[in-house]
């Protein structure tokens, strides 16, 4: 977390007012504070995961058909790249994330761009915005993360004015992430008595028709993305870095299991390799509604 003098965390976004530590700490639900420090931990090395994904982000974006002076907002934005490109078409962002690791990131990469975007420490299950108070809203691989995926839902329905849009892109049942997944639970503590609701449901066109159906007019498309680096160790890098569940996952490791973990991670990368390469490819479905 990056505090500033007197205790108090910075602003995000140009000319807002800095709160308390409590305060910020309040935005968060209790259940979902270790969840924040896992994704803070990748800093801003979590935009090198964005961009690996960077084509189903852009293809959400392009579906969900942003125009200028709308108001939209990027829910668990990350490091902000679904809110950039946003911003590259005139339209008023927010994004709004967990983890302040990776707000300070998107703060800095957004200047650093010369845009402005407001960005707002909040909760998916719980966000900290008026009813209605957007013409749109998107999630690139992120909603999808909530625990309480009720919540999540009527949250989004609740701040989506009447006639607006949303577009959220997620991993589809049978994506290569399952596999990825299957590569990193040897090394993950075992799951919970009762785990929460698997976050592929945001992949299957029958779930979203009975849950976000209920308050959004639906259409899907699937899609892949390819995420393309020089070799395996570098893919290895960029996810150890950033991605907060294979940093945590190593980073609770000793030397000799974390070898392993990174022998086994990048033996499982070589059905990607090319001539040039390694090209990892991700299957998921982008779904766009119109509000009620």
């Given at each position: ?12 976004g140009a000319g807002e007012t800095k709160m ?116 749109g809203a998107a999630s690139t691989f992120g ?60 992949g299957e066109t029958e779930w979203l028709k ?83």
């Amino acid at each position: 977390m990056v505090c500033a003098k007197n205790g108090e965390l910075p602003s995000y976004g140009a000319g807002e007012t800095k709160m308390t530590i409590s305060a910020v700490s309040s935005l968060v639900l209790d259940k979902n504070t270790k969840a924040a420090g896992m994704w803070s931990s990748g800093g801003r090395a979590y935009d090198e995961v964005s961009r690996g994904v960077s084509e189903g982000i852009r293809h959400c974006v392009m579906r969900l058909d942003p125009k200028e002076g709308e108001r939209i907002l990027d829910i668990a934005t990350g490091t902000g790249l679904t809110a950039r490109y946003i911003s590259r078409s005139g339209a008023k962002v927010t994004g709004v994330d967990i983890a302040d690791g990776l707000l300070e990131a998107a703060r800095q990469l957004a200047e650093e761009e010369g845009l402005s975007i407001d960005w707002q420490l909040g909760d998916a299950e719980k966000l900290p915005f008026d009813e209605a108070s957007f013409d749109g809203a998107a999630s690139t691989f992120g909603i999808m993360y909530a625990t309480n995926q009720d919540a999540a839902i009527s949250e989004l329905a609740r701040v989506v004015r009447p006639g607006g849009r949303i577009a959220v892109a997620a991993w589809l049942p049978d994506s290569t992430v399952v596999a990825l997944r299957k590569v990193l639970a040897p090394f993950m503590p075992p799951p919970p008595p009762s785990p929460p609701p698997s976050f592929f449901n945001w992949g299957e066109t029958e779930w979203l028709k009975g849950t976000l159906g209920a308050h959004f007019e639906l259409g899907h498309e699937r899609g892949e993305l390819t995420h393309r680096a020089a070799d395996a160790e570098e893919v290895w890098r960029v996810y150890e870095d950033g991605f907060g569940p294979v940093r945590a996952t190593s980073q609770a490791l000793d030397a000799d299991k974390r070898a392993e973990l990174k022998a086994a991670f990048i033996d499982w990368l070589r059905q990607f390799s090319t001539d040039l390469g390694i090209a990892l490819t991700y299957q998921y479905l982008v779904t766009v509604g119109i509000r009620r």
